[in-house]
């Protein structure tokens, strides 16, 4: 603070009033270190010295308390020891990495650092700007490399926005705010989207313009797969609605966007799942191929099962099938719990039980008697994978339309495996 105070003396008074130095705290002081515009190169630098040292102090006092701690305290303990902090990155080029170490009272481990770097700029030969990360529970994904790449991402020349799951949405934006609201100053924006959302071209438009906005101000999106999937939606269905001014509104942010933006996924495992792709029904309802035939024949297979799930376990013993029949009632309805423990028994059972539909003993499906050449055409259709296309249109053709759906519907439940 001495040699602060001797700078602050040998400079140009004018320069120093207009720096806001003469209202000395730690946060403007500190705050100092995001200005771009380093009139005086000299108090930038110490005051960047001064938030290492500071970072220190932190460290210091947090070993103590864990010593103070006795027992309870050791593995924290040892964790300060073995990162005594800025190893393997330079706080004058990252200072908003080091007011945030400040902000939050913690050392950036040295694997978070190489986490970080990797996502911002993944070093692939094909150019391409993505990057999958794996870390254990535990290691800072959320509280600290999140943000380091939200700081780093949002650079003005580009908008960072953070996906997360539903179930932590809460939890992420107060962690956020929390972690890059006080000295590091930046906003966090929410954008929420969904169908039942009434957004036109006027409000595209007034959306373009906050995006614009957090990107000039370093600003960080917080997001849900919903929320961004939606938004995409939007524009296909006011297409399909033929609102095609609004439609054009839509489809511009969402080109603007593609643009403009770096994409992190906190838990990608999860978000990239196929159950949180989103889905529009436009146009009338239809129904599915098949109709309430899918539900007949499924009951009608199913009720073949227990029998031939027994005669499966005596040819094949316990290690091969498990049948767990609570109660001997042999009622149709009843199902009891079966497993094939081994793929090999599973071509017996088909073999069976297309052997008893061809045999008529599923009365909710009826198919014509046929001679043994047309039989085994249609029990190869029902079972056999790598039959040709003639042999696939012969048994088919056998049939008419009805009876052809529900031949499709046992062939997927059989041979492909369903069930």
């Known amino acids: 603070m001495q040699k602060i105070e001797e700078c602050f003396i040998f400079s140009d008074t004018e320069l120093l009033y207009q720096s806001d130095l003469v209202k000395l705290t730690p946060t403007s002081l500190l705050r100092r270190l995001l200005n771009s515009d380093r009139a005086n190169q000299k108090v930038h630098v110490l005051i960047g010295a001064l938030g290492v040292l500071w970072t220190m102090q932190q460290r210091v006092n947090r070993c103590r308390l864990y010593y103070s701690m006795g027992g309870a305290g050791n593995a924290h303990l040892s964790r300060e020891q073995e990162n005594p902090g800025h190893e393997n990155w330079i706080p004058a080029e990252h200072p908003e ?14 694997v978070q650092i ?4 990797q996502m911002i700029s993944p070093p692939l030969p094909d150019g391409k700007q ?5 870390l254990n529970m535990g290691e800072g994904k959320t509280a600290v490399i999140v943000p380091l790449l939200a700081l780093s991402l949002a650079n003005k020349k580009q908008l960072c926005r953070v996906t997360v799951l539903k179930s932590l949405f ?3 934006f107060a962690s956020l705010v929390n ?11 929410i954008f929420p989207c969904r169908r039942d959302m009434p957004i036109d071209g006027q409000t595209a438009d007034q959306m373009l313009k906050l995006y614009q906005e957090c990107t000039e101000q370093q600003g960080v999106v917080l997001t849900l797969p919903e929320y961004r999937l939606s938004f995409q ?7 399909r609605a033929k609102e095609f001014r609004d439609a054009r509104s839509l489809v ?17 495992d999860e978000i990239l799942h196929a159950k949180y792709q989103l889905i529009y029904t436009l146009g009338s309802q239809l129904p599915v191929d098949g109709g309430q035939r899918r539900w007949a024949v499924t009951q009608s297979l199913l009720k073949l099962i227990p029998e031939r799930a027994e005669e499966l376990q005596a040819a094949f013993g316990d290690e091969y099938v498990d049948v767990n029949t609570i109660t001997n009632d042999k009622a149709p309805e009843i199902f009891h719990h079966t497993r094939l423990l081994r793929k090999e ?4 059972l088909i073999d069976w039980l297309a052997s008893d539909i061809l045999d008529g003993k599923s009365p909710g499906i009826k198919l014509p008697i046929l001679d043994e050449r047309k039989r085994q055409l249609v029990h190869d259709l029902l079972t056999k994978t790598d039959i040709d296309k003639a042999t696939h249109d012969e048994a088919l053709g056998i049939f008419e339309s009805v009876q052809q759906e529900a031949i499709l519907i046992l062939m997927g439940y059989l041979k492909y495996e369903i069930l």
């Open 345 to 348: 028994c599973y071509q017996q």
């Open 233 to 239: 939606l939007k524009g296909y269905e006011k297409s």
């Open 130 to 134: 993505h990057a999958v990360m794996q």
């Open 179 to 189: 972690n890059l609201g006080g000295l590091l100053n930046r906003r966090i924006y």
């Open 97 to 110: 990495w080091l007011l945030f170490e400040i902000e939050m009272n913690l050392m950036i481990r040295a």
């Open 114 to 117: 190489d986490v970080a770097r």
């Open 170 to 172: 809460t939890t992420n």
């Open 252 to 268: 511009e942010v969402h080109e603007w966007l593609a643009k403009n933006v770096r994409d992190v996924l906190d838990e990608s």
